[in-house]
């Protein structure tokens, strides 16, 4: 039930609102005094304060102002006609709203009502910024390899300040991830975190997405248009792909960053702004300067900080963890059970050169969470989104120049499979691709005594 604390020195005028708000539902406390109304806030923690302007001893005003700002409820202000200007400037102090005496219920009711859905909203954006920070903590990037260790100790060192980040890396590597770790861990969580590709927007837009645009800036300009630099402001602009911004628009983002201060295309004014910029990029951003395709001068204004994001291909050690995280993920979003992978799958994982980093790995996951019939992921499940067998990177094949004598290649591979199957040859059959009989005729063939499988692993025996 939504709690609201009357304070009034007159004890009719308490009566009559806690008779009315009661009815209305709300469980209504009472105080006779501003310093009393203090004591039952702290004690309570209130959705609502109703509170007399003028009262002996402190006033509603000063009751407004020592009350927390992280808890502060929606305080209402109650004031003679005569003095209505006092409740306006007690609203400038942060007053929700002020009723005039003598109060007529259906105001009363109203006005609660209203601040009741206000503060029903600020505590579900409170509960979304915290669940956002539990998601985007610097505990929760995963990683336990030297390069992302490193990466994550220079995020965590740069997140309480204001300056501006660079974070190099491969598509795919958690750029965005880093960035919102950074930002939701900072002062500026209850801030705007905002997000652009540069390289999906076209270069005739591209400015106006940023600045934003006045009515009659350029044809097709009927209505004003905040842009992303104004939007964020007291938050944190993430620049993703910063290397493929054109050049005029570069000049224009190191003014803002130098005089923070944005001026709308067609405007006449500038607007002050307080932005936070992370940029990143999958370019080697030196070699865009000496190219003459980046400014030397918004280079050096972004990279105060840098964060280099290692590929998944240099740090292995992480895939069973970042499995682990892909798979509960997945069975919360599509109600399935699986409890882990197969260590041949897990194998297969580790041993695979994951051109798409992790926003592959975690594509191959979702998908053998979705069509997966067992409670574990085996090598079946992720067999065709590798390409198991068929990539250089499994087997290791190369073709010479002069050929190869395909009988001596067939069994260099029958004995890789079994080499990489532990002598299973049943699992050596499915790396192949093949079935269990013909798997077994060509070990025959060929003679190869590098181990017996296990019989507890094969299907019913041959003919």
Same mark, same amino acid.
Not at 194 to 203: E, L, M, R, S, V
Not at 241 to 270: A, F, H, Y
């Given at each position: 039930?939504?709690?609201?604390?009357?304070?009034?020195?007159?004890?009719?005028?308490?009566?009559?609102?806690?008779?009315?708000?009661?009815?209305?539902?709300?469980?209504?406390?009472?105080?006779?005094?501003?310093?009393?109304?203090? &004591?039952?806030?702290?004690?309570?923690?209130?959705?609502?304060?109703?509170?007399? %302007?003028?009262? $002996?001893?402190?006033? $509603?005003?000063?009751?407004?102002?020592?009350?927390?700002?992280?808890? +502060?409820?929606?305080?209402?202000?109650? !004031?003679?006609?005569?003095?209505?200007?006092?409740? #306006?400037?007690?609203?400038? +102090?942060?007053?929700?709203?002020?009723?005039?005496?003598?109060?007529?219920?259906?105001?009363?009711?109203?006005?609660?009502?209203?601040?009741?859905?206000? =503060?029903?909203?600020?505590?579900?954006?409170?509960?979304?910024?915290?669940?956002?920070?539990?998601?985007?903590? =610097?505990?929760?990037?995963?990683?336990?390899?030297?390069? =992302?260790?490193?990466?994550?100790?220079?995020?965590?060192?740069?997140?309480?300040?204001? #300056?501006?980040?660079?974070?190099?890396?491969?598509? @795919?590597?958690?750029? &965005?991830?880093?960035? +919102?770790?950074?930002?939701?861990?900072?002062?500026?969580?209850?801030?705007?975190?905002?997000?652009?590709?540069?390289?999906?927007?076209?270069?005739?837009?591209?400015?106006? &997405?940023?600045?934003?645009?006045?009515?009659?800036?350029?044809?097709?300009? #009927?209505?004003?248009?905040?842009?992303?630099?104004?939007?964020?402001?007291?938050?944190?602009?993430?620049?993703?792909?910063?290397?493929?911004?054109?050049?005029?628009?570069?000049?224009?983002?190191?003014?803002?960053?130098?005089?923070?201060?944005?001026?709308?295309? $067609?405007?006449?004014?500038? !607007? /002050?702004?307080?932005?936070?910029?992370?940029?990143?990029?999958?370019?080697?951003?030196?070699?865009?300067?000496?190219?003459?395709?980046? /400014?030397?001068?918004?280079?050096?204004?972004?990279?105060?900080?840098?964060?280099?994001?290692?590929?998944? /291909?240099?740090?292995?050690?992480?895939?069973?963890?970042?499995?682990?995280?892909?798979?509960?993920?997945?069975?919360?979003?599509? @109600?399935?059970?699986?409890?882990?992978?197969?260590?041949?799958?897990?194998?297969?994982?580790?041993?695979?050169?994951?051109?798409?980093?992790?926003?592959?790995?975690?594509?191959?996951?979702?998908?053998?969470?979705?069509?997966?019939?067992?409670? =574990?992921?085996?090598?079946?499940?992720? /067999?065709?989104?590798?390409?198991?067998?068929?990539?250089? $990177?499994?087997?290791?094949?190369?073709?010479?120049?002069?050929?190869?004598?395909?009988?001596?290649?067939?069994?260099?591979?029958?004995?890789?499979?079994?080499? +990489?199957?532990?002598?299973?040859?049943?699992?050596?059959?499915?790396? %192949?691709?093949? !079935?269990?009989? !013909?798997?077994?005729?060509?070990?025959?063939?060929?003679?190869?005594?590098?181990?017996?499988?296990? &019989?507890?692993?094969?299907?019913?025996?041959?003919?």
């Amino acid at each position: 039930m939504a709690a609201i604390v009357v304070i009034d020195d007159e004890y009719r005028q308490r009566d009559i609102l806690k008779t009315i708000l009661e009815d209305e539902g709300y469980e209504v406390h009472t105080a006779s005094s501003a310093e009393e109304g203090l &004591e039952l806030i702290d004690a309570l923690n209130p959705d609502v304060v109703i509170t007399d %302007l003028k009262m $002996g001893g402190m006033s $509603g005003v000063h009751l407004l102002e020592c009350l927390p700002v992280e808890t +502060k409820p929606a305080v209402i202000i109650m !004031t003679a006609f005569g003095t209505i200007s006092s409740a #306006v400037e007690a609203m400038k +102090k942060g007053a929700f709203d002020y009723l005039t005496k003598p109060l007529e219920k259906d105001v009363i009711v109203l006005t609660v009502r209203k601040a009741m859905e206000r =503060m029903q909203l600020l505590r579900e954006n409170l509960r979304l910024q915290d669940a956002l920070f539990e998601k985007f903590k =610097m505990e929760g990037i995963i990683g336990t390899s030297r390069k =992302m260790r490193e990466a994550a100790e220079i995020a965590k060192k740069v997140t309480p300040t204001a #300056v501006t980040v660079l974070v190099y890396g491969e598509s @795919g590597t958690g750029k &965005e991830l880093i960035a +919102k770790a950074i930002h939701y861990n900072s002062p500026r969580r209850t801030g705007p975190f905002t997000a652009i590709n540069c390289a999906a927007i076209p270069d005739t837009l591209i400015e106006s &997405e940023l600045f934003g645009y006045e009515p009659g800036a350029f044809s097709g300009a #009927v209505h004003r248009k905040i842009g992303l630099f104004e939007s964020s402001d007291k938050g944190t602009l993430f620049l993703d792909e910063v290397g493929d911004l054109p050049l005029l628009t570069q000049t224009k983002i190191l003014r803002v960053l130098q005089d923070k201060e944005v001026r709308r295309l $067609g405007g006449k004014e500038n !607007t /002050r702004v307080d932005v936070r910029i992370i940029a990143a990029t999958n370019k080697d951003l030196e070699k865009e300067v000496a190219a003459g395709k980046f /400014r030397e001068d918004l280079y050096y204004r972004l990279k105060v900080v840098t964060v280099t994001l290692p590929p998944l /291909r240099e740090r292995k050690e992480d895939i069973p963890a970042l499995v682990s995280l892909f798979i509960d993920k997945y069975n919360r979003e599509f @109600g399935k059970r699986i409890k882990g992978v197969s260590e041949s799958a897990l194998r297969a994982l580790g041993e695979y050169h994951w051109p798409g980093n992790i926003r592959q790995l975690e594509s191959v996951i979702e998908r053998a969470v979705l069509m997966g019939d067992s409670d =574990m992921v085996g090598l079946n499940d992720i /067999r065709s989104e590798l390409k198991l067998g068929q990539e250089k $990177g499994v087997l290791d094949i190369e073709i010479p120049d002069e050929g190869i004598n395909f009988e001596e290649l067939e069994k260099e591979l029958i004995k890789k499979a079994m080499f +990489k199957a532990n002598n299973v040859a049943a699992r050596a059959a499915r790396l %192949l691709g093949m !079935t269990y009989k !013909t798997f077994w005729y060509r070990l025959e063939k060929f003679g190869i005594q590098e181990g017996s499988p296990n &019989e507890d692993t094969l299907p019913e025996k041959r003919n």
